[in-house]
C-alpha cells in the first residue's frame, strides 16, 4: 500500500484554472490521484486552512505540481502552499517539485536550474502525459513495475502509462472496459432476475407502432456498438499500425461502448416495465424485451473474455511472437426467443383485429 494519499498535488492560481482543469481531467482518466480543490470541497469544508494545506503538500502528496506564473506568484494562498512544497523539497532526497511554467515569472526559492515543463509548448495534454509519466516511473513506494497482465488498479495503471510496454493500448481499454462492467452489477443482476417496476403507460391502439419502433432501436444499439468496435474509432483511440494511442480517447472509446451496455439493459428493463390494458399486449412486451438477453450478455462475455486474452498479451510479446488482434462480437436472436414473441405477437394481432 502506498505511503501517500495523492499521487500529486496541484497548486496553482484561480486565474490558472482553466489550464489547470484540464491536466487534472487528463491526469485522473489515467487513474492517478491527484489532490485538486475542486474535488476537495468537502474534506476542505471547515477545517482551518493553514494547517490543512500544508498536510497535504509536506505529507499526503508524492509529487507536487506547481504551475508558476505571475498570479501565482501574488496571491497569498498559493505563498503559503509555495512554501510548504519547498520544505518538502528541501527535505527529500528524490525529486519532488515538479514546476510548470505558464510565463516567465521567477519564484523566490524556485531556482530556474529545477528543469520544468514550458506550458505553452507542451499544451494541457503534453503536461498531462508527462505527469502520468512521471508516476509510472516512479520508485517512490517500494519499486513498483509493470506486472505484464490487464491492471486491476489505479495504481497499475499508472504504471502501465509510465512504462508503456508493447500492446499498451489494448490493456489499458481493457482494463477500463471491466472496471466500467464491474460497476454495473446491479442492473446486470436486476436483467437477470427480470426485476422491473411499473413503467411507461401504453394505449393499445399504439402498440402496432410503439413495437416496430422499438425494434428499431434496438437494432441501431447494436449496430453503434459493433461500430465503436470494429470501426475507425479504434483506430482513432488505439493509434494507427506503429502510432502509439491516446490514453484518454481509449478510455472514452470504453466509456461509450459501456454506454451501449446501458441502453441495452434500460431497453430490456423499459419494455419489461411497460403496461398496456391487454394480457396479450403485455406478454408480447415482455417476449419482447428477451430480444436484448442475448446482446447484454454478448457485451459481457466479450469484455471478460477479452481481458483474459490480454492478461497473456505482454508474454506472447515477450517471447518473440507476432500477435494479430481481432476483436469480434456476434448479436443474434435465439429461435426460442423468436419464436415466443411471434407466438405472443400472434395472439396480440387476433385480440386486436
Do not use: C
Not at 530556474?112 to 512521471?134: F, M, R
Not at 481493457?174 to 446491479?186: A, I, M, P, V
Not at 502509439?244 to 470504453?254: Q, R, S, T, W
Amino acid at each position: 500500500m502506498s505511503e501517500y494519499d495523492f499521487d500529486v498535488a496541484v497548486t496553482f492560481a484561480a486565474e490558472d484554472r482553466e489550464f489547470v482543469d484540464e491536466v487534472v481531467r487528463i491526469v485522473k482518466t489515467a487513474g492517478l490521484t491527484v489532490f485538486y480543490d475542486e474535488d476537495a470541497k468537502a474534506d476542505i469544508w471547515g477545517e482551518e486552512l493553514t494547517e490543512f494545506f500544508p498536510d497535504v503538500y509536506e505529507r499526503r502528496a508524492r509529487y507536487a505540481v506547481m504551475f508558476i506564473s505571475t498570479h501565482y506568484a501574488a496571491k497569498p494562498w498559493t505563498q503559503l502552499e509555495r512554501r510548504s512544497v519547498l520544505l518538502r523539497a528541501m527535505q527529500s532526497p528524490a525529486p519532488f517539485l515538479l514546476p510548470v511554467r505558464l510565463d516567465s515569472t521567477q519564484l523566490p526559492g524556485v531556482r530556474t536550474s529545477i528543469a520544468h515543463l514550458d506550458a505553452h509548448a507542451e499544451g494541457a495534454s503534453g503536461v498531462a502525459n508527462a505527469i502520468i509519466t512521471k508516476l509510472g516511473s516512479s520508485q517512490a513506494d517500494g519499486g513498483r513495475r509493470f506486472n505484464g497482465r490487464v491492471p486491476r488498479t489505479p495504481s497499475e495503471v499508472a504504471i502501465l502509462l509510465g512504462e508503456r510496454p508493447a500492446g499498451w493500448e489494448y490493456l489499458l481499454f481493457s482494463y477500463w472496459l471491466t472496471t466500467g462492467l464491474e460497476g454495473r452489477y446491479d442492473a446486470y443482476n436486476d436483467h437477470r432476475l427480470q426485476f422491473a417496476l411499473g413503467g411507461e403507460f401504453i394505449p393499445t391502439a399504439a402498440l402496432p407502432e410503439y413495437i416496430p419502433t422499438e425494434f428499431a432501436k434496438l437494432a441501431s444499439t447494436t449496430e453503434t456498438f459493433e461500430q465503436l468496435l470494429l470501426g475507425p474509432a479504434q483506430h482513432t483511440a488505439m493509434g494507427a499500425r506503429g502510432e502509439e494511442g491516446d490514453p484518454v480517447l481509449i478510455a472514452h472509446l470504453a466509456s461509450r461502448m459501456l454506454l451501449v451496455f446501458d441502453e441495452l439493459l434500460s431497453w430490456s428493463q423499459r419494455l419489461r416495465s411497460a403496461t398496456t390494458p391487454l394480457e396479450e399486449g403485455r406478454l408480447s412486451l415482455r417476449a419482447m424485451a428477451d430480444y436484448a438477453s442475448q446482446p447484454i450478455e454478448a457485451v459481457r462475455s466479450f469484455v471478460l473474455d477479452f481481458r483474459e486474452r490480454m492478461d497473456g498479451l505482454s508474454t506472447t510479446l515477450q517471447s518473440g511472437q507476432s500477435v494479430e488482434l481481432q476483436l469480434f462480437i456476434a448479436f443474434d436472436v435465439p429461435e426460442q426467443v423468436a419464436q415466443r414473441y411471434q407466438s405472443a405477437f400472434g395472439q396480440l394481432n387476433k385480440a386486436i383485429t
